[in-house]
């Protein structure tokens, strides 16, 4: 099945994101995490790498594990960071030869302690040209590129942002999964500032699920996501880590409900390797799948 059509007018949607473990031991612990999360028939797993690329061969080794283990498509996350035009291809052709079944094309961020993207020489500046690459070279690939219903924060505007996915779009993208976010609003308006601009695929809500206030506040202090004060005001009446976990599920219960019943074609969750969070806010919903 093509990538975007998980995400159609007759189905919903579901796919959740892994990052890969540093230890053997940590890798036995998400693919239980994994077992955990097909009870409720996702479509597909994507898992993320390290800055750089520097767990390039454990993503590609952990995608195959969930694989054979569970027979369910899966994605690998690439970026141009770091990389030449030619180390890109070879990364492609190995994932294929291992069986991954679609491809997360981002341009990437700064390596750390640095402020700005800086071009590799040999390699890619911008995602709609991975896009473009992928498309052209490995069209056995599906394509899923990010969008930011908040915009990015090195966008300049609104308008540029949404010019560069388009870009993104018209090199073939199949389907575009969103930045987490928790104000749903903020969503609404970019899907419709997406639908004035012509982009016609799916477009897939981000969701991760908070369980507890401080790594939310940490998590969305990297991203620029802004939190709703009533929200913070509630983790923050009760700092017992049941009772903000608790807090938490419910505010993404709400949200997810929200979202389904204005219509999109899917959920695409950030589990953080951990099974708990999303798996309370996927039994308070018949999710068609």
Request: with cysteine; hydrophobic share 40%.
């Amino acid at each position: 099945m093509g990538l975007g059509d998980f995400f159609s007018k007759q189905r919903r949607g579901l796919s959740f994101e892994l990052f890969p473990p540093k230890t053997d031991e940590g890798v036995e612990l998400l693919l239980q995490t994994v077992g955990e999360l097909m009870e409720f028939s996702p479509d597909f797993f994507t898992c993320t790498y390290g800055a750089g690329g520097s767990t390039r061969d454990r993503t590609l080794q952990i995608l195959k594990s969930v694989k054979e283990r569970f027979q369910i498509p899966v994605a690998s996350h690439l970026t141009c960071v770091g990389t030449t035009v030619d180390e890109l291809r070879n990364y492609l052709k190995t994932a294929i030869a291992q069986g991954t079944d679609y491809i997360v094309a981002l341009r990437g961020d700064p390596p750390k302690g640095q402020t700005e993207f800086t071009q590799t020489a040999g390699g890619l500046r911008y995602a709609n040209e991975l896009v473009a690459l992928i498309n052209d070279e490995f069209p056995e690939l599906g394509i899923a590129v990010a969008g930011y219903p908040e915009v990015h924060q090195e966008a300049p505007s609104a308008e540029v942002d949404l010019e560069n996915l388009k870009r993104k779009v018209d090199a073939g993208a199949d389907i575009i999964v969103t930045q987490l976010f928790y104000i749903n609003e903020d969503f609404f308006r970019f899907r419709d500032r997406c639908e004035s601009a012509g982009i016609t695929i799916p477009i897939v809500p981000g969701i991760l699920p908070v369980t507890n206030l401080a790594q939310i506040q940490r998590i969305a202090s990297m991203c620029k996501a802004k939190l709703p004060d009533s929200f913070i005001n509630r983790l923050g009446q009760n700092a017992d880590p049941e009772w903000q976990f608790s807090a938490g599920v419910q505010f993404a219960q709400e949200q997810v409900s929200e979202l389904l019943n204005q219509g999109v074609p899917g959920i695409h969750f950030y589990v953080l390797n951990k099974s708990q969070a999303t798996a309370e806010v996927l039994k308070s919903h018949w999710f068609v799948s």
